[in-house]
């Protein structure tokens, strides 16, 4: 195993939500996890001081990390320069164009120690790369991941774990302690593998109309469907449908969301 310099100091900067992992045991779990391969396009958010990085870097020497705080960048370079296939993007890997790195075909294994503030909106931004993606392990909040993973009637279940899972496969893998971080958060974290469907196992013919219905349908989520469809203004279509309208948001599966909202949008090409 190849060793690095010691990392410089660097104070965590709360507005990036940085908590840096420093438990050995743990990053060598997670490497576990995810099991790098010598050819694979490994992507890796986050990188901080680069504790995960330099296991990475051990199996496969092909390695783009995105990084938005500057002032690490010298310090991820002083340590992995000498990797002739190691790059650093300086940027929000909110507004980052994933597509961009998929090289000779190769689909793209995403990693990240993601900052729990931006967790959500950067999944969703990763599920719009779905298709040049062969999976994703993240450390989260547990929180996130529960929600992730959660299913029908369960009471983390919401429009994230209805989304994610039309794109992908979700593993909540295992638990990570405040204690594995400097400085350490006031919350537990996880390590979640999410894996895009070859095949998805509901399609829905108008994606951004049942991201609306969901939407809809869990933005009052202690209220009735009835009542929390009327902001879609399509009453009597949701009515002719055989659609318990006393549930709760909570209470209907994926593939039923997918089910209704093609219903809709079949009416509505009719009309």
Known sequence: MSKSPAPQQHRARKRFGQNFLVDQGIIRQIVRVIGPRADDNLVEIGP???????????HCESLNVIELDRDLVPI?????????DFK???TDALNFDFSSLVGEGKPLRVVGNLPYNIS??????LLSFQDKIADMHFMLQKEVVLRLAAKAGEKNYGRLSIMAQYYCEVENLFEVPPESFQPAPKVDSAIVRLTPHKQKPYVADNL??????VRAAFSQRRKTLRNSFKSLNLDEEIASLDVDLSKRAENLSLAE?????????AMAAEQ
């Open 257 to 265: 969301y997918v089910s209704i909202s093609n219903a809709l949008v």
């Open 76 to 84: 991820l370079l002083a340590q992995f320069a000498k990797f002739k």
């Open 208 to 213: 951004n109309h049942l991201e609306t219905l």
């Open 120 to 125: 959500t909106p950067l999944i969703f931004h």
């Open 48 to 58: 901080g001081k680069g504790a995960i990085t330099s296991l990475l870097l051990d």
């Open 88 to 90: 650093i993007h300086q």
